[in-house]
């Protein structure tokens, strides 16, 4: 289907003789055309702004952008818009905006680049008629809604097939596995590997016919998930108790999840990639904060390579264990994978408990660089010199942190099991819900 689009923009492209760019409604590059240069001199070198080069580049606008451009109503225009250059947002150069849609409804834009070569293009209106390259383009752009259309209808379908056969009643779950290996064919055989993104605003209000579900090249099936669906799987040992893990602070967020498939079982390079991607999202926004509580950031986790679609629930709680413990630790963020997060593959299988009774003092927010003192001197392996370095103090200094912590929590930190105590409850604490 992908080629499909990259023929109607080379459509546009030459219908109007100047290059255009097709992005899909939040703003992710799907085809961009380039003008011949056989068809004249000013086109052996294609205008190009910086908007456009990234776009292209990195195959998404950055929020800035986005921003400037819907402030003009691109997500509710009936019509081609003009567009001014904004420098300040990083566009030098005014656009022709052509809003793609399908039966009243928005779906994506085709972009031209307003440089003087279109001066004399005639977008129409109540005073005046449309340029009829402009009609040839716009019912192009038609067609272009229409494939769209078409598109998000059959990933609803699939996420539908999926978010059952992560989170549905275990009576469904088998016909669930079954719709998906019908619909996947042969990629339903893998290699597969789940991808969780956390927190994933779904679509609301004018957006509603829009659920935010992504199409990149390597997603196969993809579906938003409630914050009670996404802290865990119903039936799945352990996964009970994160309540809010999607979310933020225990409110009732939402999860993504998409299926991805992989070259190779050993290579989750495309399903960190899709991640990476996924993260650049406006829909993967992260939470601003209250008073006494800290903003948060969107974060992404992979699972295990997967062979079919037998034991995708598993892999579901592998992927959200990996993206809490991206959220709790910026070592490991803003994307990790199942295999590298370490004692969070225990912690984030447990049921949610209250921190142990003797650790508690030091969580207090009062106590927060005791704690953080304590955690890095666990993390070192208990070596004073290496955690004055990472902590940037004194040895004295951390001697005296140290003898405070041994005061709150009255746990010796030469002994083995009061150290695993206070290392385990401190990585829990700071695991905690998204």
């Known amino acids: 289907m992908r080629d499909d689009y990259q023929q109607l923009v080379d459509e546009i492209t030459a219908v109007l003789r100047a290059p255009a760019t097709l992005e899909n409604r939040d703003f992710a590059l799907i085809a961009f055309g380039v003008q011949d240069s056989e068809d004249s001199d000013e086109a052996a070198e294609p205008a190009l702004d910086p908007v456009r080069t990234r776009s292209i580049l990195q195959r998404r606008s950055t929020a800035a952008v986005r921003a400037w451009f819907e402030a003009f109503g691109i997500a509710r225009a009936q019509a081609p818009l003009r567009i001014p250059p904004d420098p300040a947002a990083g566009v030098f150069m005014g656009r022709i905006c052509l809003p793609v849609r399908h039966r009243g409804v928005v779906h994506g834009y085709v972009w031209l680049l307003d440089d003087g070569h279109l001066a004399d293009l005639e977008l129409g209106g109540p005073a005046g008629a449309r340029d009829p390259r402009l009609a040839r383009a716009m019912e192009t752009a038609d067609r272009i809604g229409a494939l769209l ?25 088998d016909a669930a596995r079954a719709g998906l290996r019908a619909a996947l064919r042969g990629a339903a055989d893998g290699p597969l590997a789940l991808v969780a993104v956390v927190p994933w605003t779904p679509g609301t209000g004018e957006d509603a016919d829009h659920p935010g579900l992504p199409h990149l090249p390597g997603i196969v099936a993809a579906c938003a998930l409630p914050g009670d669906a996404a802290a865990g799987v119903s039936g799945a040992a352990g996964v009970s108790g994160t309540s809010g893990a999607a979310g933020v602070s225990g409110a009732p967020g939402a999860g993504l999840a998409a299926l991805v498939r992989l070259r190779a079982a050993s290579a989750l390079d495309p399903a960190r990639a899709t991640a990476e991607q996924l993260l650049r999202s406006p829909r993967a926004t992260a939470d601003g904060g209250s008073p006494g509580r800290p903003a948060s950031r969107a974060a992404a986790g992979v699972s295990a390579p997967r062979r079919g679609l037998e034991d995708l629930p598993a892999a579901w709680q592998e992927a959200l264990a990996a993206a809490r413990a991206a959220h709790a630790d910026a070592h490991l963020g803003p994307v990790a994978e199942w295999s590298a997060i370490g004692p969070y593959r225990l912690l984030a299988a447990l049921p949610a408990l209250p921190p142990d009774a003797a650790v508690r003092p030091l969580l207090e927010p009062a106590h927060a660089e005791l704690a953080r003192t304590a955690e890095t001197f666990l993390d070192c392996a208990g070596q004073a010199g290496r955690t004055a370095q990472r902590l940037g103090i004194h040895r004295q200094t951390l001697y005296y942190r140290l003898s405070r912590v041994r005061q709150l929590t009255g746990l010796d930190l030469d002994a083995g099991e009061d150290r695993l105590l206070l290392h385990m409850t401190l990585k829990a604490a700071r695991l905690g819900p998204l």
């Open 149 to 173: 259309a078409a598109e998000a209808r059959a990933g609803e379908e699939l996420g539908e097939l999926l978010r059952d056969a992560l989170t549905g009643p275990p009576a469904g779950r």
